[in-house]
Nanobody
Framework: QVQLVESGGGLVQPGGSLRLSCAASGISFRLWTVGWYRQAPGNQRELVARITSISNAVYADSVKGRFTISRDNAKNTVYLQMNSLKPEDTAVYYC?????????WGQGTQVTVSS
């Protein structure tokens, strides 16, 4: 059974940093592209960053230069380092992976940026 578990969310002041983790079980992350998505109240879920099996990364324009996605295949974990956080980054953050016939999501972790 595949399970993705996000952690690392919380309340942070504007300009602060958080590191999110997505730990996988039942699947070997190293073979898969993994994405971080977020969903704010009233908004659609949007892609934040994605990393391929060979560690090529893409980012949403809104987070370029502030967020960094990385992976540790030995720990079967993907990270999202978030710096210079803004109130508009407030959302539930989800990790996702899958192939043509599978689609796996974690339960999400809340990130709140507020003074």
């Amino acid at each position: 059974q595949v399970q993705l578990v996000e952690s690392g969310g919380g309340l942070v002041q504007p300009g602060g940093s958080l590191r999110l983790s997505c730990a996988a079980s039942g699947i070997s992350f190293r073979l898969w592209t993994v994405g971080w998505y977020r969903q704010a109240p009233g908004n659609q879920r949007e892609l934040v960053a994605r990393i391929t099996s060979i560690s090529n990364a893409v980012y949403a324009d809104s987070v370029k230069g502030r967020f960094t996605i990385s992976r540790d295949n030995a720990k079967n974990t993907v990270y999202l380092q978030m710096n210079s956080l803004k109130p508009e980054d407030t959302a539930v953050y989800y990790c996702n992976t899958g192939g043509t016939s599978s689609d796996y999501w974690g339960q999400g972790t809340q990130v709140t940026v507020s003074s």
